[in-house]
């Protein structure tokens, strides 16, 4: 199973970025996906999750009405749209193939991508 990553980057406070994670070796349509982030010195937290049809999205209360989680099972592919982001936004972000807001939940992870938001 590989999940990877993109989307990335430097963006300024009130920014947006829209983050891909495409999935391969693992039935992608039948699989819920989920998005997690790590900030520097503090523990793995979880972001947004989605069932396997995009039925149902749950997201961390410190994101609801900024971050969008949805999919397209053509491509084997999971988004997370950021918008108004803050400073406190900054960390390195993952998907990963699961269900639930604990890691512990998630089989596979991806290898990570850093958004960093800064003037």
């Known amino acids: 199973v590989q999940l990877q990553a993109s989307g990335g980057g430097l963006v300024q406070p009130g920014g947006s970025l829209r983050l891909s994670c495409e999935a391969s070796?693992?039935?992608?349509?039948?699989?819920?996906m989920g998005w997690f982030r790590q900030a520097p010195g503090k523990e793995r937290e979880f972001v947004a999750g989605i069932t396997w049809n995009g039925g149902s999205r749950y997201y961390a209360d410190s994101v609801k009405g900024r971050i969008s989680i949805s999919r397209d099972n053509a491509k084997n592919t999971v988004y997370l749209q950021m918008n108004s982001l803050k400073p406190e936004d900054t960390a390195v972000y993952y998907c990963?193939?699961?269900?639930?807001?604990?890691?512990?939940?998630?089989?596979?992870w991806g290898q990570g991508t850093q958004v960093t938001v800064s003037s």
């Open positions: 070796g693992l039935t992608f349509s039948s699989t819920g």
């Open positions: 990963a193939a699961g269900y639930g807001s604990s890691p512990k939940q998630y089989a596979y």
